[in-house]
């Protein structure tokens, strides 16, 4: 039976991919498989007090607090989200909700919130959902919050558990699926366990292409089912590499990953250039360093202009005074951010 009333928190991190989900069907099917690591210091925060309604609802009923101010501007897209999940969350009109919700890093920092603010928010329903059906196995619960979360945000069913997460049809991983991340199932060198990366904020405003926008691209787009393609071979070949902990070959798939991102948009109609010119100069920069110290640091980037510096924590020291010396003077503000690998959401 449903609870009258109650309170439940969740935290979830952000996941950064290395094969990167660019393009969607209908229902937030992706078109091609990705996968990613999930974060820790990036994360989200949120509180869901439920609150039971007597009588017959039309609509959702809920507050939104946005690091303790209400904020109406958010909520559509959790209005958009219930829309989407009312059907396999039958009890969503008989409460009334009061969100609370708040990020580990500055909003507009060009950390996209979505994927973190999603899995938080789909894991505070599960919860409720768990405490009238007490017998749901932890399985369960973990598959459907993925399941939930990304009918919010695609890329979010990969920030419910860690550290690397498949999301998408892919053959060789039989369990794989289209409606939910799992955790890769095969062997994973430990020197991915705690990798570190190191976000550097180039330009912390609003993204020129919003993600909705951007998978549209993808329809019709000349490249698309070679790259669709590439994500599947790619995700193949990095089964050897995850197992033998080959950095030199996971740079390679990494790296080409990011770019072909920034090309598919670069060459879809219309077209976009997201990364600014303190982009590129970071990229150089890496390349430069790799070069001369044979370390392992490599970037990727989402659908903006800041990089994501990977590397193993056993190069820390030597990686991070570079990012000191040669990286933060392109950064906004000098702005960066210090994140790692981490396990998954947690219940507050
Ligand atoms: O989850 P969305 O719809 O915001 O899409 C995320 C897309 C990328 O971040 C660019 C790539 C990815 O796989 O996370």
Not at 291 to 300: D, I, P, Q, V, Y
Request: net charge negative; charged share 20%; glycine share 6%.
């Amino acid at each position: 039976e449903l609870p009258k009333s109650g309170s439940v928190s969740w935290k979830s991190p952000s996941n950064i991919a290395l094969v990167k989900y660019w393009g969607k069907k209908l229902n937030q099917i992706p078109a091609n498989p990705s996968i990613s690591l999930t974060l820790d210091a990036c994360h989200t925060k949120t509180s869901v007090q439920f609150q039971e309604i007597t009588q017959e609802q039309q609509n959702f009923s809920f507050d939104l607090f946005f690091e303790g101010e209400e904020k109406p501007a958010f909520k559509p897209k959790i209005q958009t989200f219930f829309e989407r999940i009312e059907s396999f969350v039958p009890f969503l009109k008989k409460y009334h909700f009061t969100i609370h919700t708040s990020n580990s890093f500055p909003h507009s920092s060009g950390i996209a919130s979505s994927a973190s603010g999603m899995a938080a928010l789909a894991l505070c329903l599960m919860e409720i959902e768990q405490k009238a059906l007490p017998e749901m196995t932890e399985d369960f619960f973990y598959r459907k919050a993925s399941f939930l979360a990304r009918l919010g945000s695609g890329s979010a069913c990969r920030s419910i558990r860690g550290s690397l997460v498949q999301w998408g049809m892919h053959k060789p991983i039989p369990e794989s699926s289209d409606l939910y991340g799992i955790t890769y199932p095969f062997e994973v060198n430990e020197v991915f366990e705690d990798y570190h990366d190191t976000i550097l904020l180039v330009h912390k405003g609003q993204k020129t292409v919003s993600s909705t926008v951007g998978h549209g691209l993808m329809e019709g787009h000349p490249f698309a089912i070679n790259r669709f393609e590439q994500a599947h071979s790619n995700l193949n070949a990095l089964k050897s590499i995850f197992a033998e902990g080959n950095l030199a070959e996971f740079i390679k798939i990494v790296e080409s990953e990011a770019l072909t991102l920034h090309a598919m948009m670069m060459t879809s109609h219309p077209y976009f250039l997201l990364m600014k010119p303190d982009t590129l100069a970071i990229l150089e920069k890496i390349w430069n360093f790799r070069r001369e110290t044979g370390l392992h640091a490599c970037f990727t980037l989402d659908a903006g202009a800041n990089v994501h510096l990977l590397y193993p924590s056993s190069q820390k020291e030597r990686t991070i005074q570079f990012v000191q010396d040669e990286l933060v003077a392109h950064c906004e503000n000098g702005h960066y951010i210090c994140d790692r690998v981490g396990n998954g959401s947690k219940r507050l």
